[in-house]
Nanobody
C-alpha cells in the first residue's frame, strides 16, 4: 500500500493551497479517505473525511466553510482544497486510508508540511 501526499508549502494568511494524495489501487478501492494534521506540540487531529461513494463527508469544526475534501476514484486520488488559510492551520498534513470493512484508518502517507504565515 502506497500513499503519496503533495501540495504543501508556505502561504500567507488568507491564501489557498490544494493538497493531493495518490494511493495505490489496492488501498483506494472501496475505502474511505481522510486528511489529518499535526501541529508542533499538538496531537494529531482529523481534518476531513470522505467515503468511497462520497455519500458521507465530515469536517472538523475549525475548517468548515474553508476546506473542501474531494476524490477522483478513477485516479485513486483524494484532494483537500484549503482556502482562507490561517496561521493556526500550520501543520504536517497526512492522508490516510480506512479500507472497506475496517473501522480504523490503517494506512498513512508520509505527510506534507503546510506553513501559514501571518
Amino acid at each position: 500500500v502506497q500513499l503519496q501526499a503533495s501540495g504543501g508549502g508556505v502561504v500567507q494568511a488568507g491564501g489557498s493551497l490544494r493538497l493531493s494524495c495518490a494511493a495505490s489501487t489496492d488501498a483506494f478501492r472501496g475505502a474511505a479517505m481522510g486528511w489529518f494534521r499535526q501541529a508542533p506540540g499538538k496531537e494529531r487531529e482529523v481534518v476531513a473525511t470522505i467515503t468511497w461513494s462520497v455519500s458521507m463527508i465530515t469536517y472538523a469544526d475549525s475548517v468548515k466553510g474553508r476546506f473542501t475534501i474531494s476524490r477522483d476514484n478513477s485516479e485513486n486520488t483524494v484532494y483537500l482544497q484549503m482556502n482562507s488559510l490561517k496561521p493556526d492551520d500550520t501543520a504536517v498534513y497526512y492522508c490516510a486510508v480506512r479500507p472497506y470493512g475496517v473501522s480504523t484508518y490503517k494506512y498513512w502517507g508520509q505527510g506534507t508540511l503546510v506553513t501559514v504565515s501571518s
